[in-house]
């Protein structure tokens, strides 16, 4: 197996099920995604289950395959076993944690006061307790599609946080990715003005500038260890914690201009019909601009059953016909 990489921790797909958008003969509604060996979402094995409470039948063989091979990922969590440790802290006494998934708060030490340290995770030393049933992933549901918690075998999920409309399902995530790049997180396209569009999301110069990695003068500000546009392609995890970034703030001018109130309306697509959702105005305003979105929702009618529609016979301009047809489709295409 290959390294699990820092991208990969901070989602781990193999961990999370995914409902298929369609199905062929012979394959359940349900999968997992199977990180082991892929270098993109694109090209990892999925792994058919039975339902959405199935456990993945591929999980305490990559952890044990990676904590053998990688054991300077894991450590032991210690506290000070006296009464001044907080009680989430006192929970964690013991428990074996990856550092790239961090439960809330952060790795020991990172949280503020925080008196607990890592113990070295020495597999000779922890064969006996059966480690693999004691890893906590608690850290890991940031990506996940419902508030559900799922253990397999003791290994922690913990509970969804409070569902936050900016945040990418899996799923959506992959084909967002797929849609900007084919999943490349060196992806790079110079044309387009500013610096052009960088790594897997194609995120530019005015959404690295709402995020604080680029000044306006395009200069890399230094954010969490970006100082050059080989930093940030050569740093997955940094991008996918920017576009986490990025997609707040694009919410916050889709709530400003009213795009949200369309949430859960039903709209009479060219190709079929469709409900717009959070992620598929997100996925919108990151292919156009919030311009082209404002305009968009100006021109959209209402027929007499109440379902929204364009009539694209109106829209004289071909620009602007062709950017309301990418915002129409990803709507559509994003209606998860």
Known sequence: MNKLRDDLYQ???????????????GQSDWYYLDPRGAST???????????????????????????????????IWRTRQDDKVRGKHAEREGKIFNKHIPPVGGN???????????????????????????????????????????TANDVGYGKNEEKK????????????????????????????????????????????????????????TGKNGIKSIEDFLNTPKVQEMAFDEYMKVQYRYLSHFGETKYVGAKFKGITSDFKVTDTGLLAAIHRTGIDYMNKFFKNIEKDKNGMYYMDYNKINNPDLKTKFIWIETRLREFEK
Not at 114 to 133: F, H, N, Q
């Open 108 to 150: 020991p030490g990172e949280d503020y006061n925080c008196r607990c340290w890592a113990e070295p995770y020495k597999p000779e030393k922890v064969e006996k307790l059966g480690i693999t049933a004691k890893v906590d992933l608690s850290g890991l549901p940031q990506y996940a599609e419902n508030d559900k918690a799922n």
């Open 41 to 75: 979402v694109g090209s990892m094995k999925q792994i058919d289950v039975a339902d959405e409470n199935a456990i993945n039948p591929q999980i305490n063989s990559i952890l044990a395959d990676d904590m053998a091979k990688n054991p300077n990922d894991y450590y």
């Open 11 to 25: 989602r781990l797909h193999g961990f999370q099920p995914l409902k298929r958008s369609y199905k062929k003969q």
């Open 165 to 220: 409309p900016y945040m990418f399902s899996t799923e959506m995530r992959a084909l967002l990715g797929y849609k900007e790049s084919k999943n490349d997180y060196k992806a790079y396209n110079p044309s387009g003005g500013g610096i052009g569009a960088l790594g897997m999301y194609q995120i530019r110069k005015d959404g690295l500038i709402d995020t604080g990695y680029l000044t306006k003068d395009n200069k890399w």
